[in-house]
């Protein structure tokens, strides 16, 4: 059971140059979830997606889009990266609704460079 | 917006001592989940409070839930070395999580 499965694990991009980060879930979970993690700024929510066929925006949407594919699938894409999006994405998933709570479940992070 | 804001956000403590670890949100919580993350790891849940009030325990660590439902705390008693890591509340009132700003522990041996 791997769980949640992210890729690529380390990135060095560009300024100005467009990458997927992808990630898939294998528990049967309906919520799924990206966070960015910066030094001293925790995580802080981009998007997240309530169930398949929906998507909503976080704290710091910005610069990002997302795509549900399907129920396991949550891609999250910079289209045009900048050096303000160096940090590390965690792309995350829960049963339902984090407020129902219902606990969210991590996967091991994707280490992103812009230059 | 929803702010969740945790202090300190960085202590020393020698092994054995006790570290707590405060939580408060700008907004009343309807659940409120506490995570560990180790070094270069990935965080991962610990517990979940639900009740005004509620006092849970895990071996040495305890979490508190506010009356109120706005803060919420972390104590470790006696600390070991394996504690060390950074320890987050999150808050949700709605079907996201608000994470804290998260205090890093750092244990001497």
């Known amino acids: 059971n791997a769980g949640v499965t992210q890729t690529p694990k380390f990135q060095v991009l560009k300024t100005g140059q467009s990458m997927t980060l992808q990630c898939a879930q294998d528990?049967?979970?309906?919520?799924m979830y990206w966070y960015r993690q910066d030094p001293g700024m925790g995580l802080r929510l981009i998007y997240y997606?309530?169930?398949?066929?929906?998507?909503d925006k976080g704290e710091v949407p910005n610069g990002y889009n997302v795509s549900r594919l399907n129920k396991r699938e949550f891609s999250l894409r910079l289209e045009s990266a900048a050096p303000s999006q160096t940090s590390v994405y965690f792309c995350a998933s829960s049963r339902v609704g984090a407020s129902s709570g219902n606990t969210i479940y991590f996967g091991e992070g994707s280490w992103l460079t812009v230059v | 917006g929803q702010q969740v804001m945790q202090i300190p956000q960085y202590q020393h403590v020698q092994e054995g001592e006790d570290f707590t670890t405060y939580c408060n949100s700008s907004?009343?919580?309807?659940?409120i989940q506490w995570y560990k993350q180790r070094p270069g790891g990935h965080p991962v849940f610990l517990i979940q409070?639900?009740?005004?009030?509620e006092v849970k325990k895990q071996k040495r660590l305890t979490f508190q839930f506010g009356e109120a439902k706005k803060n919420s705390s972390l104590h470790i008693t006696a600390t070991q070395t394996t504690d060390v890591g950074t320890y987050f509340c999150a808050g949700g009132n709605t079907d996201k999580l608000i994470f804290g700003t998260g205090t890093r522990l750092q244990v001497f041996p």
């Open positions: 907004t009343t919580l309807s659940n």
């Open positions: 528990m049967n979970h309906n919520s």
């Open positions: 409070l639900v009740k005004s009030g």
């Open positions: 997606s309530a169930s398949e066929g929906t998507t």
